[in-house]
T-cell receptor, first 112, second 116 residues
């Protein structure tokens, strides 16, 4: 399972509240990613990281921020959650710059 | 912008049948293509990765092929079993530099049901 742990696994939050999702890896890989999965859209890239403190935007980054203060943790923050951010969020890593991707088990987030 | 299409969206077959899942893409300048399996409520499990210079990859009963010129990949499953029931996703990496990583563009998947 590539040593990826996402927390929490499930969360229900209210509109307007901040939410932080955590992705933890045990293998010290350089590249980490956050995706969201929605019916009718498949998986889409939110943000990714290519090293400690090095991050960049993906396809659907509006309303999200990320931080990576140490190699093993990649945090995704919804500054003010909206109902449109109800989704399943997946963290992924790639051991190499271009290579096989491995995914965490996902976090189901519901914004009410 | 790369677009990835998987047809059919759903497929139901009897156990033992050989089957083919399709993935088509609009931009042939890909770096690699990866097939995943996703069980309900679970994460994605990597099945096969095909580099752009390769034509196919095999793992057990699975064989994935890649034809960049036609913008197509197929996943062949031999002698299907009920345990193969899942959603199968293809994803493309367009490549990039050191700061690009492996940013994937996904199809919406084919939901496969193998009936005993």
């Amino acid at each position: 399972d590539a040593g990826i742990t996402q927390s929490p696994r499930h969360k229900v939050t209210e509109t307007g509240t901040p939410v932080t999702l955590r992705c933890h890896q045990t293998e010290n890989h350089r590249y980490m990613y956050w995706y969201r999965q929605d019916p009718g859209h498949g998986l889409r890239l939110i943000h990714y990281s290519y090293g400690v403190k090095d991050t960049d935007k993906g396809e659907v980054s509006d309303g999200y921020s990320v931080s990576r203060s140490k190699t093993e943790d990649f945090l995704l923050t919804l500054e003010s959650a909206t109902s449109s951010q109800t989704s399943v969020y997946f963290c992924a890593i790639t051991p190499h710059r271009q290579g096989e991707a491995f995914f965490g088990q996902g976090t189901r987030l519901t914004v009410v | 912008k790369q677009e990835v299409t998987q047809i059919p969206a759903a497929l139901s077959v009897p156990e033992g049948e050989n089957l083919v899942l399709n993935c088509s893409f609009t931009d042939s300048a890909i770096y690699n293509l990866q097939w995943f399996r996703q069980d309900p409520g679970k994460g994605l499990t990597s099945l096969l990765l095909i580099q752009s210079s390769q034509r196919e990859q095999t793992s057990g009963r699975l064989n994935a092929s890649l034809d960049k010129s036609s913008g197509r990949s197929t996943l062949y499953i031999a002698a299907s079993q009920p345990g193969d029931s899942a959603t199968y996703l293809c994803a493309l990496d367009m490549g990039g530099g050191e700061t690009s990583g492996s940013r994937l563009t996904f199809g919406e998947g084919t939901q496969l049901t193998v009936n005993p």
